[in-house]
């Protein structure tokens, strides 16, 4: 079998690179989907609600915790001064943006926010009208900045935003690494970006969300149904957690579609197996019947052709885990400068041991149509001279 394999190198590689790329895709597609769920839905649980301006909860969402969206508008100080003081809410912390610093977004809020962060170095602002700022891990280390370095940001969510603030911040603090959004973020004084340069002084009391710690469901219920259904000028986006899940029910279809890719590039490996080892077989019909003349039975024939497709199928299987570690890395370096979320591709998942089963069983099963016209080879007209 494995001197057959050496005979057929060229096939046998092609064969297992196949099925290499369809395990690796399949084990892409469920692992990476059900850890970005994960992730995603632990960031969501830090805090219980958003409150926003009217519109989109998932806007809401995506804006004030993910720190990905634009925000639909602005509130009152007024507002978040009464959401702070209901019975209801363990805390609340208030936040604006506006402004972003090469791409990192900046938002304002007070120091209480930060209260319970670790620190790689240094610490929060000293006061609430300091110019001075606090970095997430991931911003400080792409942006270059440490403790006692400055910069001023400019206006706009985006990078190369509409113009450079001539407000000057110096860091006094960077963030360990959370493995959430926060890594993404520079954070100043709320004061600061209410009242920095070029902005609105019209908007200097406003903020663009809330960002809420209920101290009981029920409360998040009786909120929802003070804003949501008898105001009409706020959003109360509750649960956090359950908005999060309605996102990635609205992509499912795109979830079901590479699922169904890498399906067909399994099914197609298959196939390849399945040709391989026929070609292989119609080449070697004369020594298979040679084999027979020799006291060979049937049944080991037919043994070792499916043994042979088997391994191949190993040999593809264990190139799978080699794609999907490439595959993976590129997608954790990705989400994390995209989201902050941190994914963990190596976290045990049932289809690490069903879908490299299962190609290695597509395997064997494609093996048997070579395997059975072995078994069935005339060994009297198999040697008969062809000419």
């Known amino acids: 079998m494995i001197r057959s394999l050496r005979q057929h190198a060229l096939s046998t590689v092609v064969t297992a690179l196949a099925l290499a790329l369809a395990g690796g895709l399949l084990l892409a597609v469920w692992v990476i989907n059900a850890q970005a769920k994960r992730s995603f839905t632990d ?18 969402v995506l804006n004030a915790v993910f720190h990905l969206e634009a925000s639909p508008g602005n509130i009152r100080m007024a507002d978040y001064e009464q959401v702070r ?35 790689a170095s240094g610490g929060v602002w000293s006061g609430p009208e300091a110019h001075e700022a606090v970095l997430g891990s991931f911003a400080a280390r792409q942006l270059g900045l440490g403790v006692g370095d400055e910069f001023s940001p400019t206006h706009g969510l985006a990078a190369g935003g509409q113009h450079d603030h001539e407000d000057h911040y110096e860091v006094t603090g960077v963030l360990a690494p959370t493995n959430s959004p926060m890594d993404r973020v520079v954070w100043i004084p709320l004061h600061g970006v209410q009242t920095m340069d070029g902005h609105n002084v019209a908007a200097a009391d406003q903020l663009s969300a809330v960002l809420i710690k209920l101290r009981s469901p029920a409360g998040g219920f009786m909120l929802d149904s003070m804003y949501n259904r008898q105001g009409a000028t706020l959003t109360f986006a509750f649960p956090v957690a359950a908005i999060v899940a309605d996102l990635f029910g609205k992509i499912s279809w795109f979830e079901k579609v590479l699922a169904l890719v890498a399906n067909l590039v399994g099914l197609v490996a298959g196939a390849t197996v399945l040709v391989a080892i026929y070609n292989s077989m119609s080449a070697r019909r004369r020594d298979h019947a040679i084999l027979r003349a020799l ?35 590129a997608i954790v370096v990705i989400l994390r400068a995209e989201t902050g979320a941190v994914i963990d591709p190596w976290v045990w998942h049932p289809v690490m041991a069903w879908a490299p089963a299962g190609l290695i069983a597509l395997c064997g099963l494609g093996g048997m ?11 009297a007209e198999a040697l008969s001279p062809t000419s």
């Open 369 to 379: 149509v070579p395997a059975l016209k072995a078994y069935r080879t005339d060994v």
């Open 43 to 60: 960031v969501a649980t830090e805090f219980d609600a958003v409150l926003g301006a009217r519109g989109s909860k998932l806007q809401l």
């Open 295 to 329: 006291g060979a039975r049937r049944r080991t024939l037919f043994g070792v052709i499916v043994l042979e497709a088997i391994t191949l199928g190993v040999m593809g299987m264990a190139g799978a885990f080699g794609v999907f570690a490439i595959i993976a890395e």
């Open 85 to 119: 003081r209901h019975p209801m809410v363990q805390s609340a912390f208030p936040l604006a943006v506006g402004d972003n610093l090469r791409g990192f977004r900046v938002a304002g809020t007070v120091p209480e926010m930060l209260a319970h962060a670790t620190y």
